[in-house]
């Protein structure tokens, strides 16, 4: 119930290309939904995040889908650059402190030039 | 420039001995956390504290422990209980009115056991 499944461990993408990532939950009473970007040999940083009252959210280039019914959401990532590769991490929360974030495995994302 | 400072950024330890993480923010924020992150693993949570001299066990506290004297302040000590402790440690923090996600965090340690 506490899980978050994310998917792939490691995604290659050409420049310009889309990079997408998936995540997926089981406990309904999640109700945030953050991305974090971490750079190697850097802590995580926020990228961006959502909540379940809205199915879409788009800063730039990033966009987080989200599918309450199917409790998925995804990360898309337009336009992909190399200063993009990075690993990601999405999350879930329910309501509370942030000792309530649940995180993903991981992506590794590798954006060729 | 306001942030989280983790120091030693690398350590080495010897099997049996104790080492403390530094961890000090001056974002004036009132929760801090301590993750472990292993290659393939996300991170795990290993103690939080909300308010100064108050603190609580994470999912993997077992072999780990800190304390909050000050606000600014939350160093994690890893002991040789820990059966395993070569690993990347991140502190984060939040301002704990916000609510839960926005962690802000440290550039990280990397303890090595030899």
């Known amino acids: 119930q506490q899980q978050v499944k994310q998917s792939p461990q490691s995604l290659i993408v050409q420049k310009g290309g889309i990079s997408i990532i998936n995540c997926a939950y089981e406990?309904?009473?999640?109700?945030?939904f953050p991305w974090y970007q971490q750079f190697p040999g850097k802590g995580p940083a926020l990228l961006i995040a959502?909540?379940?009252?809205?199915s879409e959210k788009k800063e730039g280039r990033f966009t987080i889908s989200f599918n309450k019914s199917a409790k998925q959401f995804s990360l898309h990532i337009m336009d992909s650059q190399p200063g993009d590769s990075a690993t990601y991490f999405c999350?879930?929360?329910?309501?509370?402190?942030?000792?309530?974030?649940?995180f993903g495995k991981g992506t590794k994302l590798t954006v060729n030039p | 420039d306001g942030g989280i400072t983790q120091s030693p950024k690398y350590l080495f330890r010897k099997e049996g001995q104790n080492v403390t993480l530094s961890c000090e923010q001056n974002?004036?924020?009132?929760?801090m956390y301590w993750y472990r992150q292993d290659p393939g693993q996300g991170l795990r949570l290993i103690y939080y504290?909300?308010?100064?001299?108050?603190?609580q066990k994470g999912d993997i506290a077992e072999g780990y422990s800190v304390s909050r004297e000050k606000k600014e302040s939350f160093p994690l000590t890893v002991t040789s209980a820990q059966k395993n402790p070569t690993a990347f440690y991140l502190c984060?923090?939040?301002?704990?009115?916000?609510?839960?996600?926005?962690?802000?965090f440290g550039e990280g340690s990397r303890l090595t056991v030899l």
């Open positions: 406990n309904t009473a999640f109700d945030y």
């Open positions: 504290s909300q308010i100064v001299n108050d603190f």
């Open positions: 959502i909540r379940p009252d809205v």
């Open positions: 999350a879930a929360s329910r309501a509370g402190g942030s000792e309530k974030l649940v």
């Open positions: 974002l004036n924020h009132d929760a």
């Open positions: 984060a923090s939040s301002p704990y009115d916000r609510g839960a996600g926005e962690l802000f």
